[in-house]
């Protein structure tokens, strides 16, 4: 079988914008903030919010989450969005940790 020019560029652009895709979908996967990372474990950080440890955060209010704190760096409707706390690191909007704050 032989390949033209044309279809040969059709398959490397096509190829090309699948991994850049794949890669960026990759790219925010991993800059989550872990529940095991030092910074989180300081301020009890969880993913879900109904795991809280309410012995040991008693300030715990189950209407609080990542997504209705006043650090939170996205929409309250972000599955994942950033933290003035974490940098770089995204947190879950479900998520809450100790420091947070509605003001």
Known sequence: MKTSRRHFLQLSVG??????LGGTAF???????????PKAQAVGYREDA????KAKFPSYDATQTCASCSLFQGKT??????CTLFGELQV???????AYSNI
């Open 77 to 82: 409707t972000d599955a994942y969005g950033g």
């Open 50 to 53: 109904s795991k809280v440890d």
């Open 27 to 37: 790219a925010q996967s991993s800059n989550r903030l872990s529940e095991t990372d």
């Open 92 to 98: 879950a909007g479900r998520g809450w940790c100790s």
């Open 15 to 20: 190829v090309g914008s699948s991994l850049a």
